[in-house]
């Protein structure tokens, strides 16, 4: 529709086959130039070339009468925006009309809200389809992150990675891609999610590393989480458990003490669940065991020194070397009837003893304290707390890593023969793979 502006009392006529662009008045032809300017309303989004930059305005010739105006609060959804940054000369942008003419007569447009609804369209399939939407990040706050996406939209600390992250500082100025989680247009509100894209990533990964892992290969990980039964160990994708009967040779009392998150390890892996893409792996397995130590140096006969590490009901546990412990039943403790083994020993106490027994299969080793001649312990006053903490119970006994043999179902009688080990009770159920 062509669009002619004349005066009312004079006769214009659309000279023909000028598609408009010419009028006739008064015999004369003239160029029609409103027939020039694009048709638009209110609330369309045109486009134009930015012609000017001011510090508090840029201009945009979209083919009007006049130049559009975008205020620097219609530049950007960014906060204190410097229009250089945004805009630069003869750059074409797209722009909402906000008002064809103002009380000063300009024609104002909008960058930031002509954006705001290709962005609004954008998010809102995304959103439908389940693709990801691709944003710049330019705020940290408390919670989380403000993506621009031509819309702001949060993106909360805890859906920033698949683990926590510290410090989110990390993140300023990057461009990530995020998922739309929730989605309210009436109060422009857009919620999203990078760990939805991450785990998604991993969940085809997942497969190709269970493919490719076998019981018995030694792989390195990352610590991902450390928990009372155990230590989880990412394998690039995926998650394993090393549970904390495999962490050490030597009793460990929390996965704390020897490992923390974010070290790196290299660890064995013990088995594979596939069906239920569960991974148990050993850190203790890739180091030295030193019970092959003692099976290499040790004979039956044998004198060492040794330090107490537990008192029990029936006797004493002595550590030999870092990660062996060996039993010294009640009857080895000394020459005469032992009531309490506290009579004798204290943990911490350093003691020497002699090797009664080397069972490298069950990995028990039977120790005597009276057999080492010359040596006689001091016998001390002692408190009957057999069931208390003084002494100890059978149902307290850590998981020393020894055979299930060591532990006694019940403490044997005093006068067992000296050379014979104490039986055992299992040792206690470990706690299943989370």
């Known amino acids: 529709m062509t669009t002619i502006t004349t005066d009312p009392t004079t006769d214009a006529k659309v000279v023909e086959g000028s598609d408009g662009l010419l009028l006739e008045i008064d015999g004369q032809i003239v160029p029609n130039y409103d027939a020039t300017f694009s048709p638009f309303e209110e609330g369309e989004v045109v486009s134009g070339i930015v012609v000017r930059i001011d510090k508090d305005e840029v201009l945009v010739d979209i083919g009007y009468k006049s130049e559009g105006v975008i205020p620097n609060n219609e530049l950007s959804i960014r ?5 250089n940054e945004e805009v630069t000369l003869g750059e074409e942008i797209d722009a909402l009309v906000l008002t064809k003419e103002d009380q000063d007569g300009r024609l104002i447009v909008s960058k930031k809200r002509a954006r705001f609804e290709k962005a609004w369209r954008r998010i809102e399939a995304a959103a439908e389809s389940g693709e990801p939407v691709e944003g710049h990040v330019i705020e940290v706050v408390k919670g989380g992150l403000i993506i621009d996406l031509g819309v702001r939209g949060f993106l909360p600390a805890s859906l920033v990675d698949i683990r926590r992250v510290p410090d989110l500082d990390q993140y300023m100025g990057t461009t990530i891609e995020c998922k739309v989680i929730e989605l309210n247009r009436s109060r422009n509100n857009v919620v999203l999610s990078r760990r939805a894209v991450l785990e998604e990533e991993r969940k085809e990964q997942r497969q190709e590393i269970l493919d490719r892992l076998q019981p018995g290969l030694v792989v390195e990980g990352q610590i991902s989480n450390i928990v009372d039964f155990g230590a989880f160990v990412d394998l690039n994708g995926i998650d394993g458990l090393i549970h904390i009967s ?55 006969g044998d004198e060492l020194e040794g330090t107490v590490t537990k008192v029990v009901t029936f006797g004493a546990f002595v550590e030999i070397l870092d990660g062996v412990e060996g ?33 490298s299969e069950r990995r028990r080793l039977s120790l005597s304290v009276k057999r080492v001649e010359g040596q006689e312990l001091p016998r001390r006053e002692w408190i009957d707390d057999i069931d208390g903490a003084g002494a100890g119970s059978l149902d307290d006994v850590p998981d020393l890593g020894l055979s299930e043999d060591v532990f006694a179902g019940e403490a044997p009688a005093a ?6 080990a104490a039986p055992q009770e299992p040792a206690p159920e470990t706690d299943e793979q989370a």
Do not use: C, F, M
Not at 332 to 342: G, K
């Open 246 to 300: 495999e962490l050490s040779w030597s009793h460990v009392n929390h996965p704390s003490e020897i490992l923390n998150i974010g070290d790196t390890v290299a660890v064995k892996v013990l088995d594979i669940d596939r069906d239920r893409q569960r991974i148990s792996l050993g850190l203790k397995q890739t180091q030295e065991d030193p019970w092959q130590r003692v099976v290499d140096t040790y004979n039956v």
């Open 327 to 359: 039993l010294v039943h009640i009857s080895e403790l000394a020459a005469h009837h032992v009531e309490n083994p506290r009579e004798i020993v204290q943990p911490g106490d350093d003691v020497r003893v002699k090797i009664l027994e080397i069972d």
């Open 79 to 83: 906060k204190n925006v410097d229009p």
């Open 415 to 420: 006068e067992a023969p000296a050379a014979e």
